[in-house]
DNA sequence: CACGTGTCAATGAACGTTCGTTCTCGTGGA
DNA sequence: TCCACGAGAACGAACGTTCATTGACACGTG
C-alpha cells in the first residue's frame, strides 16, 4: 500500500505516475475498467482523487497509460533476453515466464486490455502494436534459430499465437487451470516447426495428412 | 431494428424477452457491459427504457440473460449435431462452426464474457458452468472417437482447449485475423491425439520428444 | 350497438445516487 | 514570499431505476 517514494533522484513525476499505475492495476483487475471508480483508486493510491490529475489528464488517460506500461514491460522483457546471448533459451524463457507462469492478476489484466480494445480506439491501436511488435520479435527468432530451411516463421507464428493466448484466458477464467499440458504442447509444436517439420497446409479443406 | 414481433402464436412474453437480448447484444457488444446504457438499450430496441424492467429485474439480470443464452445455444448447437449421426463429423463441424467461422461480434461478445466472468461470481457460476459441459462433451466425444487404446482424452482436451480460445480472441481483436492455419493445427492436433501418437508429458522440463 | 370497466403493455419524465472532474484552500520546503 | 504538492468538499452530468399515466383492446351489460 505505500511506496518507497523515491525512484529516481530527482523521481518526483515519473516514481509518482508508477505509484499511481500501481494502484490503478490493482483495482482494475478487481473491478474493470469501467466500475473501478476514482474513490477506489484514490482509497488504495492513499491520495485524494483530485490529486491524480496533476499526473494523469483523465480516467482514460490512466487507463491508456496502465496498457501503455504493459507493452513496454514486454519489451523489455525480450530486450533482456536478448542481452542474454542464448536465443534459444530467450525463446524458451520468453515462453515461460510470460504466459506460464503468468499471475492470475496478470491474466485478468490481460483479458480485460483485450476487451477494452475491441471498442477504445486508442487502447486498440496500443494492442495493435504490441501484437505486431510480439509477431516481429518471433518471427525473427524463429529465422535465426530455424534448423531446417523448411521451417516456415510466419506460419509457426500463426500456430504459436493462439496458444498462448488461450493459456492467458484459461489462466484468466478457470480457477485452477494448469498450463503444463498446453505448455508442453507449445514447446513441441516449436520444435517441430523450428525442425521444418510441420505439415503444409491443406489444399481443399482443413484435413491433412498429418504429423508422423 | 425491427422484429416481426409474432415469433410464437402466443408468445409474448419469451418472445419479447428474445427480441430485448437481441438488442442487448447489439450494444454490449458495441459498447461493452458497463458502458452501454439502458437508454441506449432502449434505443436499439425501440422500447421505452422503464419497459424493460417488466421482462427484466435489473441490468445485471439483462447481462445474465443473455450469458445463459450464449450458454443454451451453445449446448444446443452440440444436441444438434449429436443427432445428425456421424460423431467424427460432428466434432469437426463444431470446430468450423463454433471457432473458426466465428462472427467478430461473437467473439467480441465471448471475450466479454469471459472478462465479466473474472469478476461478477452470477457470469463465473455460467461460465464455469458453459467451460464444464464443452469439457465433458469433447472428452467423451473423444473417447468414442479414439482409435488407439493410448490416446488420453483429458490430456488431449487440455491441448485443444486453449488453442479454440486462442482462436477467438484472435478474431476479436484483430481486425483481419486468420484462422486457418491455427484450425488445420487443431485438425492435426486432434487426429494425431485420437491416433494416440501424442507425445508423452514430460518429465523433468518441458522439453520433449516431439512428434514423429 | 353504445358504454362503463378492467387489463396490461408501454411510456417518458423524474428521482436519488454515483460518477468523473474541478475548485478552493492548506501546508511545507526553498 | 513563492511554488509545488496535496486534501477534500463541491459540481454538473449521467447513470439505473421508479412511477404516475396513457392508449389499445376485450369483454359483459343495457
Known sequence: MSVPA??????????RREHILDAAEA???RN????ATMQDLAREAAMSPGNFYRYFESKEALVVGLVE???????QLVEEMERSGDRRGALLDIIARYFVSITR???????????????NPAIAALTARTEAETRDWF???FSALA????????RLYALVAPLMKGIVVGRAILPDYDPGPAVTQLHA?????????????ARAGPRITTLA
Open 147 to 154: 534448423i531446417s530451411p523448411d521451417c516456415d516463421p510466419d
Open 32 to 35: 474493470g475498467f469501467h466500475r
Open 105 to 119: 492478476e496478470a491474466a485478468v489484466l490481460r483479458l480485460e486490455i483485450w476487451s477494452e480494445a475491441t471498442r
Open 189 to 201: 509444436l516449436l520444435e517441430t516447426g523450428l525442425d521444418g517439420l510441420l505439415p503444409r497446409a
Open 69 to 75: 506500461r504493459e507493452r513496454e514491460r514486454g519489451a
Open 139 to 141: 518471427v525473427a527468432t
Open 27 to 29: 483495482c482494475f483487475v
Open 6 to 15: 523515491s525512484t529516481e533522484a530527482r523521481g518526483g513525476q515519473a516514481a
